[in-house]
């Protein structure tokens, strides 16, 4: 997705980053730059507005759901691995955590 016009920051990059900077997970200067991006660029200023909806309907719905623990280990060490660089097996997490959720098809 791009405006076709030149920025600072890449509309490529400002979506590869979006969730973090509407988790504010990176540096001030960083949320400035994504902040003068979208004050430039109504295609990414869309899918932020798009996806901060989102993000607070699932609050809103879900927010109040107790994770499990081991779950929520799994999760947490799975984005350490990610975050590392390190490979991560496809099976880590995704049927693991399967298996903790309510309502989930066993194997």
Do not use: N, W
Request: glycine content about 6%; proline content about 6%.
């Amino acid at each position: 997705m791009s405006c076709g016009e030149p920025h600072e920051m890449d509309c490529a990059e400002v979506l590869d980053h979006l969730y973090e900077f509407l988790d504010r997970e990176m540096p001030d200067s960083d949320c400035t730059k994504f902040e003068v991006h979208f004050e430039e660029c109504s295609p990414c200023l869309e899918k932020y507005g798009l996806e901060q909806a989102v993000k607070k309907l699932v609050k809103r719905c879900c927010g109040h759901d107790d994770v499990p623990a081991d779950l929520r280990s799994k999760v947490m060490g799975r984005i350490d691995l990610i975050r590392s660089g390190q490979a991560v097996p496809d099976h880590d997490v995704s049927t693991a955590a399967g298996a903790d959720l309510p309502g989930a098809a066993k194997e």
